[in-house]
Every structure is written in C-alpha cells, then in structure tokens.
C-alpha cells in the first residue's frame, strides 16, 4: 500500500465531505474501512491515521500563518 497516496486520498475526502470527515473525526478507523470498503483490523492503519491528522494540523497551522500575516500586512 502507498501510505502517501492513501493519506492524500482521503485528506482530499476530509476536505470535500464534511460528514466523511466529521466521521473520520469520531472514529479514524472506521471512516477509512468505510471509504476503503472493506474490514481492516484493528491497529493497521495507524500510519496512515497518523500521518492524516498530522498533515491536517499543518494544514491548520498554515491557515493560521496566512490569517496572520494578513492582519499584519505582511
């Protein structure tokens, strides 16, 4: 499995579909399995779960940034 390809795949989801990701929110796991269509055993996909939330804080983290360079005319 391409951990990045994934990890892209299901950020550009989180993005689009807010109950996807208000799903993957509550419960990471289970929102993969469901996108995937299949049943993945527990523990698996933690690479993956990781690397999603980390590349969505980042994503937040630059948002900020941006917010504040605007405000500050920078």
Known sequence: ????AKIEEVLGKIKSDPNFKKSFEE????ALESAAG???PDGMLDGVISGIKAKLSADQLGGAFDAIRKLTGG
């Open 1 to 4: 499995m391409d951990i990045k």
């Open 27 to 30: 419960n990471p796991e289970k």
């Open 38 to 40: 299949i049943d993945i």
